[in-house]
């Protein structure tokens, strides 16, 4: 609320005319006053009036005299800061904003401080350029706990010797958790740090530390914590941590025991995870022990860089005794709320070839587990071909298995990761089709839609088409289907096959004329497209065809297993005899002519 409020104000005088005599008023009273006033001039850009164009700022900035320790910053008490921004004239109102800015800073009032420092910048974007203003923003921020940010804020060249800005890395650099970087920039820091009162130096002392201790530096961070008092368990902690680094065990674990016993919540986690960590190191738990104590402790206390850090160390634990699961799963963890830095290419590549020997079909991994260990993994895959076999691989046994909505799910998923790569073609007749097979057409169109692009070659979009058209027979829209095939190399066979399973005699007869093999080319399928031409015939009475294909098939048939249905269903006869239809097409090859997409249009909808 503070923070609006300033907000408010700060952007109500840069709105207010250069001759608007409420620009020399007094301070309000409070600060609730001050918002109260402030509320007409803030909406001046709605009711026309123009906004004040405030003279650049960020070079004059630039060229004052750099803040290399804490006592540059500005000292101003909140009425006079307040007073001198009213007052201010349009020239002078950007400077009177730095100056409460830098007041607030060392005051340690760092959520303030940066939104005076965002009313400046939206009147001069160029102050992003000036060191001075990075600095302060790079200070705002770590107040607020924006490390990274902050980091950013404290990169410009101009700040990398600048003792206070060093200062201000430290911490930053502890807070994100690269505490080796932190200890970089002690040596740079000292000045600054030890420049400011014992009270104010604290903050800066802890990062210092434990860059300190993360470099093997542990007597130095000892003699830095003396600041400290010994019942100070934050200080404790890294007393801990300094004196297990040094070589002195046993006073480290005392240490951190006092830590977890007086501490608040997050001191006794980080306490209890180092000493879990130094317990290890002395082998006085075994590993096993070790991820026992960690996951307890990960089911008291989730986020930050404690659960990170017992993540690291648990999936460390684990490649150690090769357990494969459980490191699995910790790495699972780290990727999915942490994002690692650092090793993190190189432990991917590991879970990963993890991933793919449990997977593998001669693993022994039995299908529902392994089937699980995909799904509760599938983020940490290999993307592109590699990730396509080894979904590929896992699909064909749960489609083996008759398992086809698990199948289908696993595959979507490599498919949405795709995004618009043309290898989604392939895989998306893929899914569509196993979403045909779990009687659910409706997801097989879906999948086509959402995958459609106009990048695949024409085979691919024909293969789409072939399976779109099942999905719309298998809906009920037989016109749609019909349309669908429009131009695709078979669609006529896969049309008759449709009219075939309607029973729409004169259509199929029409479709399947196109298909009608050489008397030459009788293998089961091709045998199967004759005798269906010669139901759908005798069915309609269509003598004269019926006797023409007679005549151009009888050889053929009279050494194939068929020959007797094919004579049933062409001997001349002047009615329709259903008994003798009935018998031949139950001698008709079950081999589709369309080979799966007959099986497709067979499978029946739930």
């Known amino acids: 609320m503070r923070r609006l409020l300033i907000v408010a104000l700060l952007a109500s005088t840069a ?22 006033a402030a509320a007409p001039a803030t909406a001046a850009p709605e009711t026309g009036k123009a906004r004040v164009d405030l003279p650049p700022f960020a070079a004059v900035l630039a060229q004052m005299p750099t803040i290399t320790d804490s006592r540059a910053w500005p000292e101003l008490g909140e009425e006079e800061a307040w007073d001198a921004i009213i007052r201010a004239k349009p020239e002078g109102r950007q400077m009177a904003r730095w100056n409460y800015a830098g007041s607030l800073i060392r005051r340690g009032m760092g959520a303030q401080a940066l939104s005076v420092l965002e009313v400046m910048a939206q009147d001069d974007e160029d102050l992003a350029l000036a ?39 430290v911490r930053a650099l502890a807070g994100t958790g690269d505490t080796a970087a932190a200890a970089r920039q002690i040596n740079c820091a000292v000045p600054a740090i030890n420049g400011r009162t014992p ?34 368990a934050q200080a404790n902690v890294l007393r801990g941590k300094a004196l297990l680094a040094s070589g002195d065990p046993a006073e480290g674990l005392f240490r951190l025991s006092r830590a977890e016993l007086s501490g608040a919540p997050e001191v006794r986690a980080e306490a209890k995870l180092a000493r879990i960590e130094g317990e290890l190191k002395l082998h006085r738990i075994d590993p096993k022990e070790g991820i026992k104590q960690l996951e307890a402790l990960r089911y008291g206390w989730r986020g930050g860089m404690i659960e990170q850090g017992a993540l690291r160390l648990e999936y460390q634990l684990a490649q150690a005794e090769n357990d494969h699961r459980s490191a699995l799963r910790s790495a699972a963890t780290l990727f999915r709320y942490f994002r690692p830095d650092g090793d993190s290419a190189a432990m991917l590549k590991q879970i990963q070839g993890w991933l793919a020997e449990m997977l593998a079909p001669d693993s022994g991994t039995p299908l529902p587990e392994a089937a699980g260990l995909y799904w509760d993994y599938k983020e940490l895959a290999p993307a592109g071909a590699e990730g396509d076999a080894l979904a590929l691989r896992l699909a064909a046994r749960l489609e083996d298995a008759g398992l086809y909505p698990r199948a289908a799910e696993l595959l979507q998923y490599q498919l949405l990761q795709r995004r618009q790569d043309v290898a989604q073609g392939p ?9 045909i097979l779990s009687g659910d057409p409706v997801k097989a169109l879906d999948t086509l839609h959402a995958t459609e692009q106009a990048n695949y070659s024409d085979g691919m979009r024909f293969d789409r088409k072939r399976i779109e058209a099942v999905a719309l027979y298998k809906l009920g829209r037989e016109a749609a289907a019909m349309a669908a095939l429009d131009g695709v190399p078979g669609g006529a066979g896969v049309r008759s096959e449709i009219h075939w399973r309607t029973r729409n005699w004169g259509s199929f007869i029409t479709e399947n004329e196109a298909t009608l093999p050489s008397p030459g080319a009788l293998n089961a399928p091709n045998q199967a497209i004759v005798l269906r031409q010669a ?45 003798r239809i009935s018998k031949a097409m139950a001698a008709i090859p079950a081999a589709s002519p369309t080979g799966m997409i007959g099986d497709l249009l067979d499978v029946t909808t739930s």
């Open 15 to 36: 709105a207010a005319p250069p001759n608007d005599p409420t620009a020399d008023a007094a301070t309000p009273a409070d600060p609730a006053a001050a918002g109260t």
């Open 131 to 169: 060191a001075p203003f990075q600095l302060a923003t790079g200070a705002a921020l770590v107040m607020i706990g924006h490390y990274k940010d902050a980091v950013e804020a404290l990169s410009l060249p101009e700040l990398e010797q600048n003792a206070e800005a060093c200062a201000w890395r």
């Open 199 to 232: 009270q104010d130096r604290k903050p800066f002392t802890l990062a210092a530390a434990r860059g300190a201790i993360a470099i093997g530096q542990g007597r130095p961070a000892i003699a830095w914590l003396k600041l400290f008092g010994e019942q100070d």
């Open 427 to 435: 895989l998306s007749v893929k899914v569509a089709t196993l979403f």
């Open 535 to 579: 139901v759908a015939l005798a069915m309609l009475n269509q003598e004269a065809k019926l006797q023409a294909l007679r005549a151009r098939y009888a050889a053929a048939f009279k050494s194939l297993p068929s020959a007797q249905a094919f004579d049933l269903l062409t001997q001349p006869s002047t009615s329709i005899d259903p008994a």
